[in-house]
């Protein structure tokens, strides 16, 4: 394999799994930052030193959490910046939406109460280029697709999500469904499916309110029962390696999670070839 070779474009062609790579995290942090993002933003690098300890505190009240700068193209300077907290769990979901005069202002903000509670989904497009090459090739193109399509509050570019060599990215919240290699022609209606809850598994990386095995098992539970709905399966139990579902008329499912080498293929553009791990699942 070229060394040279793109990492979306190495991952595709030694068919790497898609399944159970979504980012675990069910409390979001989303922060408008207009203009060109630092390489890493999880830290909070390029925000303002008050605004960034007020995001570092959120991270570390919130368990299970992740900080993503978004910004939408074309969208007005002078107009005030937007941060969402989502909470992105299985059964429970919620977005609360806060308007800043300037990222600033964040640090005055009580993220655990403030904003108005919002019903729109968020459809976040990773385009971090700064983070990797294929994020704003692919990324880009799909949110071009997308925009003639979604409403401008609906949809934003976001940083990194995980997994460059899965792009192009699209994370939907506060349901957690992420979704990956989407080709741009096709995009809005994939997108549009997850939008009513409704899974096409061949791009499906995961529900991100699941830990990776979970989310192997809960494809494999999918996948052997033709499944197609976000609410058809509930978490019931994890047990170590072994998880159980109930599907809606109450019927319960088990599969077990193993974890195992994969191809050995960059994780990011412009990193050398290693094998990567693949976490699936079988159903008992």
């Known amino acids: ?12 062609l030694a068919a790497e799994p898609i399944g159970a790579t979504a980012i675990h995290a069910e409390h979001w942090l989303l922060i408008e930052v207009a203009g060109t993002w630092p390489r890493d933003v999880s830290g909070g690098d390029g925000l303002s030193e008050g605004a960034r300890r007020a995001a570092l505190g959120w991270l570390e009240r919130s368990t299970a959490s992740r900080l993503l700068f978004v910004r939408r193209p ?16 299985e059964q429970a979901s919620a977005v609360r939406r806060i308007e800043l005069s300037t990222p600033d202002e964040l640090a005055d903000v009580d993220l655990e109460a403030a904003g ?10 990773c385009g971090h280029g700064t983070r990797d090459a294929c994020c704003a090739l692919r990324g ?34 506060p349901s957690g469904i992420q979704l990956g290699r989407i080709p741009a022609g096709s995009a809005p209606s994939i997108v549009a499916k997850a939008l009513t809850g409704r899974i096409e598994l061949v791009y499906y990386r995961g529900r991100v309110a699941y830990p990776a095995p979970v989310q192997a098992a809960e494809r494999a539970i999918r996948e052997k029962e033709r499944l197609e709905l976000a609410t058809d399966l509930q978490l019931v139990d994890v047990d170590g390696d072994t998880v159980r579902f109930r599907d809606l008329d109450g019927r319960e499912h088990t599969a077990i999670a193993e974890q195992h080498r994969g191809p050995s293929v960059p994780a990011s553009c412009g990193s050398p070839a290693e094998p990567q791990v693949v976490v699936s699942a079988r159903v008992a």
Do not use: K
């Open 1 to 12: 394999m070229s060394t040279s070779m793109r990492c979306a474009d190495a991952s595709e």
């Open 74 to 89: 074309g969208r007005a300077r002078g107009s005030g910046q937007l941060a969402f907290v989502v909470h992105a769990g």
């Open 116 to 125: 108005d509670g919002i019903s729109s989904p968020l459809v976040l497009v």
């Open 140 to 173: 880009t193109a799909v949110y071009s697709r997308l925009a003639d399509h979604l409403g401008d509050d609906e949809l934003w570019i976001s940083s990194h999500q995980g997994g460059h060599r899965f792009a192009a990215n699209v994370l939907v919240l």
